[in-house]
């Protein structure tokens, strides 16, 4: 056996090594240039196979006929850029006359057996040109954040999509959302790392947890204010409604319409307040709706004030900066009058696995079928896979980076020095144990001031 031969054994068998056992280092090593060469070289026949060719114009078969010449082949779409990715490859498309987004679409599977690639989606980035992103390998399976990310106030990297790209919570465009998800579903991970990631801005983080603080209350060190009741959750969410009509107040105040303002420059929001007029935005956590919604009374005074609270800053608090992100198991009609009206509001839509279909009805039914097929199909042993979609209809299977409570505690306590000084809220502030009582394992291993 020559030398030459034994190197080429050895090459592929740490191939197959790397892609049983490391896939990504798979594609970064020999994956891409593979993939690169099988989707160029096959990429004319592939498109004419999945029906995305057009015939040839007039024009050409004219000429055709005029020089004798053999009679033009069908066109596939255009390549206008082709570009390697840590997860795959991206192509952007030009489309021919005739075709459209939605035939690129619907041959999403085709063209993943046919390139022999793990996942293919597309969207459209404008008139005529389409995006497809195809994945080498399952990046759900083990979620990889990549180093450099978009850190822009209230946007939020929160979990990795299934075509490499990375998912965040943007707060400015979509101020509230939903997150849904059955027990052991992955649903306080994804919470620990919206937390995480929010806890080195400038945002007054507000939680209420009625589960007896087990979710949020290890976190309170960069929490404002903490609710662990009913009662206790009724005078907060008062609180935030009296912060929201007094931040209405100074924008009011604020607005700037005389003649010689710039249209662009007239406030609206807080966000068009100049920065040292601007006030904390505010991010409000409610880790199970169920807890505020449902009473045993049939008019329950308590329960009728909660979700009015709710309702009113779900409908009002965008330009006042407060944001509202829900979280439970169910969110139907049944929790009584009024959470229907909640839940039009909450644009964003997240959806961990359920036990129903009428769950992921909750979250999906009145935005796309399809994503609602996609969270009943999401399988009990991949926790923290999720469907992501919002009011536009188009949907993401993603996956949070597992992040456990101690690390999650951990990041609020190195943070907790940016928690803002709210008057409004000062009665709700946690109660954080003194160095004189018993350590509390999960908020006293780092001090505060780290």
Not at 439 to 445: I, R
Request: aromatic share 6%.
């Amino acid at each position: 056996m020559t030398a030459f031969t034994v190197a080429l054994v050895l090459v592929v068998a740490a191939a197959g090594l790397l892609q049983w056992r490391r896939p990504a280092w798979y594609w970064l090593t020999f994956g891409v240039t593979l993939a690169a060469l099988r989707v160029l070289v096959r990429y004319a026949s592939v498109m004419d196979a999945c029906g995305l060719t057009v015939p040839p114009s007039r024009w050409r078969l004219a000429l055709a006929r005029v020089t004798n010449r053999p009679m033009p082949d069908s066109r596939p779409p255009r390549i206008l850029r082709f570009r390697p990715t840590r997860t795959g490859l991206v192509l952007r498309l030009g489309l021919r006359p005739g075709q459209d987004a939605f035939d690129v679409a619907a041959a999403s599977d085709r063209l993943r057996h046919s390139f022999s690639m793990y996942g293919v989606t597309s969207r459209e980035v404008r008139s005529g040109v389409v995006e497809v992103r195809m994945t080498g390998y399952d990046v759900l399976k083990r979620v990889q954040m990549p180093t450099k990310l978009d850190m822009r106030p209230m946007l939020v990297p929160v979990a990795l999509r299934e075509d490499g790209s990375v998912h965040y919570r943007d707060y400015r465009a979509v101020p509230h959302a939903l997150t849904l998800g059955a027990t052991e579903s992955g649903k306080s991970v994804y919470q620990r790392n919206l937390v995480a990631g929010l806890a080195p801005m400038n945002v007054a983080l507000v939680g209420i947890d009625c589960k007896q603080g087990v979710e949020l209350f290890p976190l309170a060190r960069r929490f404002s204010a903490l609710a662990d009741n009913p009662d206790t959750a009724a005078e907060l969410l008062d609180a935030l409604v009296s912060r929201m009509e007094a931040v209405y107040q100074l924008i009011r105040a604020e607005q700037r319409i005389t003649a010689d303002v710039a249209d662009a420059e007239i406030a609206a929001d807080i966000w068009d307040l100049p920065e040292h007029l601007r006030p904390v935005p505010v991010v409000v956590l409610v880790d199970e709706v169920a807890e505020l919604a449902l009473s045993t009374k049939k008019n329950d005074p308590r329960r009728d004030r909660i979700i009015k609270a709710l309702v009113r800053l779900a409908q009002l608090g965008r330009a006042a900066g407060i944001y509202l992100e829900i979280c439970g198991q169910r969110f139907g009609s049944e929790l009584g009058d009024g959470i229907t009206m909640l839940r039009a509001q909450l644009t964003g839509r997240t959806a961990h696995r359920v036990n129903d279909e009428a769950s992921a009805k909750m979250a999906f039914g009145d935005i796309s079928t399809d994503a609602v097929l996609a969270a009943i199909q999401i399988p009990a042993e991949l926790r923290g896979v999720a469907v992501a979609g919002d009011s536009t209809g188009g949907w993401h299977r993603i996956r949070a980076p597992h992040t456990s409570l101690r690390q999650a505690v951990n990041t609020c306590n190195r943070h907790a020095h940016l928690v803002p000084d709210l008057p409004e809220l000062a009665p709700f502030r946690p109660e954080l144990p003194g160095a004189s009582e018993a350590p509390v394992p999960l908020s006293e291993t780092i001090p505060a001031t780290v």
